[in-house]
Structures are given as structure tokens and as C-alpha cells.
């Protein structure tokens, strides 16, 4: 693809739409929550990936 990467449908609704461009609507959405601690990390790693999430 050439050219810029394509604004993602969130920031094109708040930053306005100076295309007049029809907005996406079945874009992706990525899924929501903090994932679960992988079971193989240690008592440390646990610590900063729930730090961290």
C-alpha cells in the first residue's frame, strides 16, 4: 500500500472528518479488558506484567 496508513475510525470521529468521507463502521475492534497472566511468567513477572497491564 503507498501512501500514509489509514486514521483509525476513534481518532477520525474526534480529530473531525475533513474528507467527508463515509466513517467505517465494521472496522475491527480490538478486544476489551486486561488479558490474563501467562501461566509460565514467575512470581516477578507476574508482578510487573500486572503492573504493567
Known sequence: ???PP????HLRLVRGNP???P???NEPQ??????PVPKHFDKQ????FKRMA
Open 19 to 21: 474528507s467527508k468521507r
Open 23 to 25: 466513517i467505517n463502521k
Open 45 to 48: 513477572g507476574k508482578y510487573w
Open 1 to 3: 500500500m503507498s501512501g
Open 6 to 9: 489509514k486514521t483509525p475510525t
Open 30 to 35: 480490538p478486544a476489551k479488558g486486561v488479558p
